[in-house]
C-alpha cells in the first residue's frame, strides 16, 4: 500500500495503551482495506468517558444519556476520503464487554465494525436496513476473526 490510511485514535483519558493502540489502528486498516476503501481514506476513533458521551448525545441527538457510540460522517463529494469521527464510550463499552462476557478488544471490534457501517451509510432504523447491516457486520467480523 503506497498511500497510508491517516487514522487517528483520541484517547485524552488514556483508557488503552500504546500497545492497544497500535492493535486498533492494525484492526481499523483491516476493517477499511476489508471494505475496499481508499488507501487515502481518513478516519477519527475518539474514545471518551460516559460525561463526555452524554454531553455530545445530548447535543447531537437530543437524548440526555451516555451510548456506546456515536458516529459523525463526513465523507461527500469534496471529501471522498475523509470518512469522519467515531466517538465511543470506553467506560459504557468496559460495562457492556463484562455484561456479555465477551473481551474489551471484542467489544471495540463489535462498534468499529458498526461504526464504520454507519459512516459508510448503512442504517437500523428500518427492518430491511437493520438486516442489511448486521449481515454486512458479520461478514466483516467473520474476515476478521479469520486474521
Do not use: W
Request: charged share 35%; with cysteine.
Amino acid at each position: 500500500m503506497g498511500v497510508s490510511m491517516e487514522i487517528s485514535i483520541v484517547d485524552r483519558e488514556g483508557f488503552i495503551d500504546a500497545p492497544a493502540r497500535e492493535e486498533l489502528v492494525s484492526l481499523i486498516e483491516k476493517i477499511l482495506a476489508y471494505l475496499d476503501l481508499s488507501a487515502r481514506s481518513e478516519l477519527c476513533v475518539s474514545l471518551v468517558s460516559d460525561g463526555d458521551m452524554r454531553e455530545l448525545n445530548r447535543q447531537y441527538r437530543q437524548i440526555d444519556s451516555t451510548t456506546d457510540v456515536l458516529c459523525f460522517p463526513q465523507k461527500n463529494e469534496a471529501t471522498p476520503d475523509l470518512l469522519g469521527d467515531i466517538v465511543i464510550s470506553y467506560q459504557t463499552a468496559l460495562r457492556h464487554s463484562r455484561r456479555l462476557e465477551i473481551t474489551m478488544d471484542e467489544e471495540l471490534r463489535l462498534l468499529i465494525v458498526h461504526a464504520v457501517l454507519h459512516l459508510l451509510g448503512f442504517d437500523h432504523k428500518k427492518k430491511k436496513e437493520r438486516e442489511m447491516m448486521r449481515e454486512k457486520e458479520k461478514e466483516v467480523l467473520d474476515y476478521l476473526a479469520e486474521r
